[in-house]
């Protein structure tokens, strides 16, 4: 499978905080990835590196086989919407159309048209509401018809009607333009409809990455009477466990189907699967129970 961004022991440093430290991933083209993660894990960081607006401090990045900071030709093939929607307020609808038609040699007028809808083109940018300045900040980066869409946080000031009109616009351009697509945003309910692919940061590292369905299939939550922790068959390793009074519930990664009976064996859904590996890192698997020896009192 092609990758349209690489990202290989990728780290970047403001002053001595790091905001990435050692992040691998490979987003695989013609897929929509959603980037996830609380708040100051490096989302930000990861695109603001993708579009060559900050510098690696070590690693590197590749996007579209093409290292954005020393090829800029690579940016003709990129949409980028940061988190505050940049946009001329002093411009009309229209002569933000026609700058954007004047600075990209692959804008499709039509295209534009069409995901802008019926609105006036003489309406300044200004008074636009907060859900139309994001459409027009989205018809913009899909104009350009990118074979790489970078949304930074689009959701952070739309109601949920706005943001669930934007979610159609959106999947209405990339079915037109096949673009690779990936959306950054702390909460998981905006992307998982959409989203085929997760990306999770946390700590300015990666620490889940996989199709959803895959990772669905591999995750399960037992539960059973609380108890010293051996091998679990077809536990490959323990992500969160948590303990309510005798009850036990761990949270497990799979290789093989859990047959044990003492278990209650349950599906996890997506939100609670990214917010499990948020909260901290992985549990180590539990040692075997070790025996020790009797002692004789007589």
Not at 14 to 25: D, G, I, K, Q, S
Not at 260 to 287: F, H, K, N, T
Request: proline share 6%.
């Amino acid at each position: 499978m092609t990758a349209t961004l690489e990202a290989s022991a990728l780290g970047k440093r403001f002053r001595r905080a790091w905001a990435l430290r050692n992040c691998t991933l490979t987003i695989p083209e013609h897929t929509v990835v959603g980037l996830t993660g609380p708040n100051g894990s490096g989302k930000s960081t990861l695109l603001g590196l993708a579009v060559g607006l900050l510098a690696p401090s070590e690693g590197s990045i590749l996007v579209l086989g093409r290292d954005p900071r020393s090829d800029p030709s690579v940016f003709a093939e990129i949409g980028y919407v940061s988190q505050e929607a940049p946009l001329y307020r002093s411009f009309t609808v229209g002569e933000m159309l026609e700058f954007a038609r004047s600075t990209n040699p692959r804008w499709d007028r039509s295209l534009a048209a069409e995901l802008l809808g019926a609105g006036s083109t003489e309406t300044r940018v200004a008074a636009l509401s907060s859900g139309d300045r994001a459409r027009l900040a989205l018809t913009l980066a899909l104009g350009k018809r990118p074979r790489l869409l970078l949304l930074d946080e689009p959701f952070a000031r739309l109601d949920p009607l706005a943001g669930r009109e934007f979610l159609q616009l959106l999947m209405d351009g990339v079915s037109e333009t096949g673009s690779t697509v990936v959306v950054a945003s702390r909460v998981v309910t905006d992307i998982e409809r959409v989203c085929e692919r997760i990306v999770l940061l946390a700590d300015g590292h990666v620490r889940l990455e996989g199709a959803v369905e895959d990772l669905l299939a591999d995750h399960r939550v037992l539960t059973g009477a609380r108890r010293p922790l051996g091998t679990i068959h077809g536990v490959e390793r323990i992500v969160r466990e948590r303990h309510s009074g005798r009850q036990l519930t761990l949270l497990v990664k799979t290789d093989a189907p859990v047959l044990d009976p003492s278990w209650s064996v349950d599906e996890i859904g997506l939100e609670e699967l990214l917010l499990a590996y948020m909260a901290s890192e992985e549990v180590p698997a539990p040692r075997p129970p070790q025996l020790s020896r009797l002692r004789w009192h007589g």
